[in-house]
């Protein structure tokens, strides 16, 4: 594995990458917190401001304890879903070809991923990593606002959506360090750098993602 801090000077220029499954104790912190920050956003919306001062009688409530809590799963796992396919379409825009399958840390599946093989420039790969949070935290906002049922689920729903961006936050902030200039690769978890990779061969035509990344890391060139 590349180092993510010192990088690695090859043939092509520096190569450096950060993984989720190298930070997953701070990430996992992260998460919960971002979780927590969301759903007070998401909850004063449908609060408007007047916070209740006390519960209903419980022979009110807890008998859709339950069905509360499902669904509030059930929304949050499609809104997972729905993340994911964002990132997809995010990089149809750029010309890539996305595909998608489980985040797994051994044998235990923990996330979803969206990659593709091609590689992208700086600043094309921050708007594919911030697409999801951007576009599902405004729904968010405008649902908890407007809808007139399931604000309360949708709350909790969209506020662990947005505690699930805690990965595409790391990588957005692991490559605005770097120049506009550099490559990004998807890695599944996480993201490598390519600077002063090659953008031509020596014939002078374009180089496939294949290519940089063997030129990149001083590997032969494929044939």
Known sequence: MVDA???????????????????MRPSILLCV????????????????????TELPPASDWSGDVFAFGLMSAVLAQGLLIIHELIHGVAMRVCGASPSFGPLRRGRVPYGLYT?????FRRNAY?????????????????FCLFSPVFRSVSAIAF??????????????????????????????DGVRVYEGAPRQS???RPMA???????????????
């Open 159 to 188: 506020g662990m959506q947005l505690g699930s961006c805690i990965g595409d936050l790391g990588c957005v902030r692991f490559v605005a360090r770097r120049p506009a200039s550099v490559l990004c690769e998807d890695l599944r």
């Open 126 to 142: 921050i708007a594919v990593a911030l697409a999801p949070g951007v576009t599902l935290s405004a729904v968010g906002l405008a």
């Open 115 to 119: 990659t593709a093989p091609e590689l």
């Open 209 to 223: 993602a294949t290519e940089v990344r063997a030129e990149a890391l001083g590997q032969p060139l494929p044939r």
């Open 33 to 52: 917190l971002l979780t927590g920050v969301g759903w007070v956003v998401f909850q004063s919306l449908v609060w408007r401001g007047q916070i209740p």
């Open 202 to 204: 020596s014939t002078g």
């Open 5 to 23: 801090n010192a990088g690695v000077h090859a043939a092509g220029g520096c190569v450096s990458d950060w993984r989720l499954s190298d930070h």
